[in-house]
């Protein structure tokens, strides 16, 4: 089983581009830029010191991942128009149906049990583990479904579309520990029991897809983030 999925910190060894790249990527999932933000090339040039060329390069590479916008006069952060977000939401239910699918027809005995070791673990987790914590539980959780479905190319979808809903999903997952943990447990049974159409219906609930709860969850986010930027 895969290891905890974070986002790519730069390394010295890193071309100034691809260490750019990594450190706005973070920064955009951490939410230091606000929904519709206008990018200042020449701040960031200045504050991670390089040159606009490499820093275009990484501008445009995280553009085409979905995390900034090229407004051609400029870069800006997406907003949360509740139209897009559903869309997002709704490509991930269907990914993760998929996934699970096929994690059902491929995984085996050793692997779920690797899964029900880390679902032990998670749930061990301190109470006051910070929602940061419970967000990179949760992916694992996720990602692993994916990576034992066999597609690569799913997973990867699944990583660009959880990295494009992080805030919200963030935002979405104070609470909802308890919750989240069983519904995991529950998932995991009914692969190991080879029941795919009950491990289909329990990830399809278990995901945010209620265009009511997901339009709650994008006004949460939008008073978490304007929030930090006063604080």
Same mark, same amino acid.
């Given at each position: 089983?895969? =290891?905890? =999925?974070?986002?790519?910190? /730069?390394?010295?060894?890193?071309?100034?581009?691809?260490?750019?790249?990594?450190?706005?990527?973070?920064?955009?999932?951490?939410?230091?830029?606000?929904?519709?933000?206008?990018?200042?090339?020449?701040?960031?040039?200045?504050?991670?010191?390089?040159?606009?060329?490499?820093?275009?390069? /990484?501008?445009?590479?995280?553009?085409? @991942?979905?995390?900034?916008? &090229?407004?051609?006069?400029? +870069?800006?952060?997406?907003?949360?128009?509740? @139209?897009?977000?559903? !869309?997002?939401?709704?490509?991930?239910?269907?990914?993760?149906?998929?996934? #699970?699918?096929?994690?059902?027809?491929?995984?085996?005995?050793?692997?779920?049990?690797?899964?029900?070791? +880390?679902?032990? @673990?998670?749930?061990?987790?301190?109470? &006051?583990?910070?929602?940061?914590?419970?967000?990179?539980?949760?992916?694992?959780?996720?990602?692993?479904?994916?990576?034992?479905?066999?597609? =690569?190319?799913?997973?990867?979808?699944?990583?660009?579309?959880?990295?494009?809903?992080?805030?919200?999903?963030? #935002?979405?997952? @104070?609470?909802?520990?308890?919750?989240?943990?069983?519904?995991?447990?529950?998932?995991? !049974?009914?692969?190991?029991?080879?029941?795919?159409?009950?491990?289909?219906?329990?990830?399809?609930?278990?995901?945010?897809?209620? =265009?009511?709860?997901?339009?709650?969850?994008?006004? /949460?986010?939008?008073?978490? #983030?304007?929030?930090?930027?006063?604080?």
């Amino acid at each position: 089983m895969n =290891k905890d =999925k974070k986002p790519a910190a /730069a390394t010295p060894h890193m071309s100034s581009s691809h260490r750019a790249h990594a450190q706005l990527r973070e920064q955009l999932l951490r939410s230091k830029f606000l929904p519709g933000q206008k990018i200042n090339e020449v701040s960031l040039a200045n504050e991670l010191e390089i040159s606009r060329t490499p820093l275009r390069e /990484a501008l445009n590479r995280l553009v085409a @991942e979905g995390l900034l916008l &090229d407004r051609e006069r400029g +870069f800006s952060v997406p907003g949360l128009e509740p @139209e897009v977000v559903f !869309d997002l939401f709704q490509a991930r239910v269907e990914i993760e149906c998929a996934t #699970v699918r096929m994690a059902c027809e491929l995984a085996g005995p050793a692997e779920l049990d690797a899964l029900s070791a +880390f679902l032990d @673990e998670s749930m061990s987790e301190s109470p &006051d583990a910070s929602v940061d914590r419970l967000i990179e539980l949760d992916i694992r959780f996720h990602d692993t479904i994916a990576e034992l479905s066999g597609n =690569k190319v799913l997973r990867q979808m699944l990583s660009n579309l959880n990295d494009r809903i992080h805030l919200v999903r963030w #935002v979405a997952m @104070e609470g909802r520990r308890e919750r989240t943990q069983s519904q995991h447990r529950e998932i995991l !049974d009914h692969i190991r029991a080879g029941d795919t159409a009950a491990a289909i219906a329990g990830m399809r609930g278990h995901i945010l897809h209620r =265009k009511e709860d997901i339009l709650q969850a994008i006004k /949460a986010a939008y008073g978490h #983030v304007y929030t930090l930027s006063s604080a």
